[in-house]
């Protein structure tokens, strides 16, 4: 392990990130706001931290061990820092809700402590719905589309953070990549800022409201959340635009360069397709009861919720605690799904749901037929053995940190239900469960082992698991 790679990295990551409070250091100002001292002194601080840090001088390329560490310590010291804001201006009751408030925004999570925002500075309200977006592509996607490469080889710092079981480069150059991912994905940004406008929301309010959704956090300045507005327009918008920020990007950039086919037939966006719409359809039977019959709301509830679950943004247009059981468990199973992968998504990604299932038909076959050899097969593709193995093994990892997440917070002693979802929504950066922590409650009762439990759990699920597993592992800081 070269730790002075790590440290030049993680200087960039700390540079980077006081440079992106200062628009919130604005607000603050303009608004003469009590919170502005906070973000004076922090950006004083990180930005030291990080030009020291970023002198440091390399001699060698970034290796794969390197990038992995790189990835798992800026995560969680962009988390440690970016709570200051929060801690220093008293909005948050102490470090550890500064700390979960803000690796719930890096992490595109959206789970809160605060019972009611409308109280907080738009200074405040800005950094967290900005963390959102920061944290949707990456942002050491983002650091390499602004700085320079570390070496050719850092390419293994986006596999490592980009959400998906794999990851490339769309044209040679790394740094072009990253480019172009935010270029996409701050053109979406802004015309779902248009739309928002175009439907009633003032300016900041569809500016927080359009970070929310790109990144897909789905962070309010509302306590009643989009239901504030009482829009249908922008509810049907949010529920479209959930759904395409979805969608891989890099199926977006092949369709932006002609290749309409190969991202309208690509297997991962049909399977997600035809989740979404299975799901919907399944909801809205179960459910019209609940809205007296009535087609227009039920399809209209059940469509906003079941995108804004499996992209895991956690935007409510009603109160899903009222459902029945059989909608519940559906939405629990979206939670794990999640969306596509190379998206601002959580969970496992449709590909790897993809993959598990082929697996599990191949292992049929190979039952039936002890001497077939067959391989798995996406969009006409061989998948390697690697892949089908690293899928296996994350889900078996992914489940086990639900399962041991849920048991600390059981300690809390609240209901199952409560207790288990929040577990999922960190783990699968949803933020969003049932009963107490449901669209109209937060996370504000649960005991501080159990915020700090959540918080790893977020960091774990948005960097999926391996980064951070690797970098608690012995071997991980051995010399070569």
């Avoid at 072009?176 to 979406?188: E, G, H, P, V």
Wanted: proline fraction near 3%.
């Amino acid at each position: 392990m070269n730790l002075k790679v790590v440290f030049k990295v993680l200087g960039t990551v700390l540079f980077w990130e006081s440079v992106l409070m200062i628009p919130s250091l604005i607000i603050s100002i303009i608004d003469n706001s009590y919170d502005r001292d906070a973000f004076i002194v922090t950006i004083i601080l990180l930005a030291f931290m990080g030009l020291m840090l970023k002198s440091i001088k390399v001699s060698v390329n970034l290796r794969k061990r390197e990038a992995y560490a790189s990835v798992a310590l800026s995560w969680l010291m962009m988390s440690l820092c970016g709570a200051l804001p929060y801690y220093i201006s008293g909005v948050a009751p102490n470090y550890i809700d500064a700390l979960f408030e803000t690796a719930s925004g890096f992490t595109t999570t959206g789970a809160t402590i605060f019972a009611n925002v409308e109280i907080l500075p738009r200074s405040i309200l800005f950094w967290r719905s900005f963390t959102l977006w920061i944290g949707g592509m990456g942002v050491l996607v983002f650091t390499l589309a602004l700085a320079p490469s570390l070496g050719a080889r850092s390419i293994f710092l986006m596999r490592a953070e980009f959400p998906g079981p794999s990851s490339g480069k769309l044209v040679p150059k790394l740094s072009d990549t990253a480019k172009i991912l935010y270029i996409i994905y701050s053109i979406m940004t802004g015309v779902t800022i248009f739309l928002f406008l175009l439907g009633g929301m003032p300016l900041f309010d569809a500016v927080i409201h359009a970070f929310g959704t790109a990144g897909t956090g789905g962070f309010s300045v509302k306590s009643g959340g989009l239901g504030h507005y009482g829009s249908s327009f922008i509810e049907w918008t949010t529920l479209v635009l959930m759904f395409l920020f979805g969608i891989n990007f890099s199926l977006y950039y092949a369709a932006l360069k002609g290749n309409w086919k190969t991202a309208i037939k690509n297997d991962e966006l049909k399977i997600y397709f035809i989740f979404v719409i299975l799901s919907v359809l399944l909801i809205f039977i179960n459910i019209l009861p609940v809205y007296n019959f009535s087609i227009s709301d039920s399809i209209r509830n059940s469509a906003f919720q079941v995108t804004s679950i499996i992209t895991t943004t956690g935007f409510a247009a009603t109160d899903i605690n009222i459902w029945p059981l059989l909608s519940k468990i559906v939405l629990m199973i979206l939670m794990v799904t999640g969306a596509c992968s190379g998206s601002t998504t959580g969970g496992l990604k449709m590909i790897r749901v993809i993959i598990l299932f082929k697996s599990v038909i191949r292992e049929i076959n190979h039952t039936i037929h002890p001497s077939s050899v067959s391989k798995i097969k996406i969009g006409g593709k061989s998948v390697d053995d690697d892949v089908v193995d690293n899928t296996l093994i994350f889900f078996f990892t992914y489940i086990l940190i639900l399962f041991v997440s849920a048991m600390i917070l059981s300690l809390d002693n609240f209901d199952f239900m409560t207790t288990f979802s929040a577990a999922l929504a960190s783990v699968s950066n949803t933020g969003s469960g049932f009963e107490l922590i449901g669209p109209l409650g937060n996370f504000s009762q649960f005991s501080n082992l159990s915020k700090i439990t959540m918080t790893l759990c977020m960091i774990i699920g948005r960097l999926e698991v391996l980064p951070v597993i690797a970098l608690v592992s012995p071997t991980m800081w051995q010399k070569q």
